[in-house]
């Protein structure tokens, strides 16, 4: 099963040369040349991962783009690409999980990329995990108020 990226760019050549490289390497790829459309088409999808450039109708549009993803049930991957390093770590506490910079070349952006989706998947995973550990291993009253939490 391919594994499905929205990605985010209003530069047409970047947007149009990136998707041929990660469709070239496995990937199922959407695209959004703004970030309006791409709230759009992360309400109606199911992404593994979003990549979005930072500087499009605004110099933080891309930040809206990671909280609308954020916030989608199904809790993509995000990595933010820009042109512009010098962001700091405010990026971090922006729900951003990997920041990659403009111009990159494709070895190092596909690496970056399973490295991101490996470390989102285990932490996905994680809680799951302990739910069922907490769950399975209390006594039957205390099971069904965990699992009445749960839902």
Do not use: C
Request: no cysteine.
């Amino acid at each position: 099963m391919k594994r499905r990226i929205l990605l985010v760019d209003d530069e047409l050549a970047i947007l149009l040369t990136l998707r041929a490289i990660l469709e070239m390497n496995g990937f199922e790829v959407d695209t959004a040349a703004s970030s309006k459309e791409a709230q759009t088409k992360l309400k109606s999808n199911v992404y593994e991962m979003v990549i979005t450039d930072m500087r499009m109708e605004t110099e933080t549009a891309g930040y809206d783009v990671i909280r609308i993803a954020r916030q989608m049930p199904y809790d993509p991957a995000t990595a933010l690409l820009t042109a512009y390093p010098s962001l700091g770590n405010e990026w971090k506490s922006k729900g951003v999980q990997s920041l990659l910079v403009k111009p990159v070349n494709t070895a190092e952006l596909l690496r970056q990329l399973e490295a991101l989706l490996i470390t989102h998947q285990d932490h996905k995973m994680m809680p799951q995990k302990e739910k069922k550990t907490v769950i399975t291993g209390a006594p039957k009253p205390e099971r069904q108020v965990a699992a009445k939490r749960a839902h």
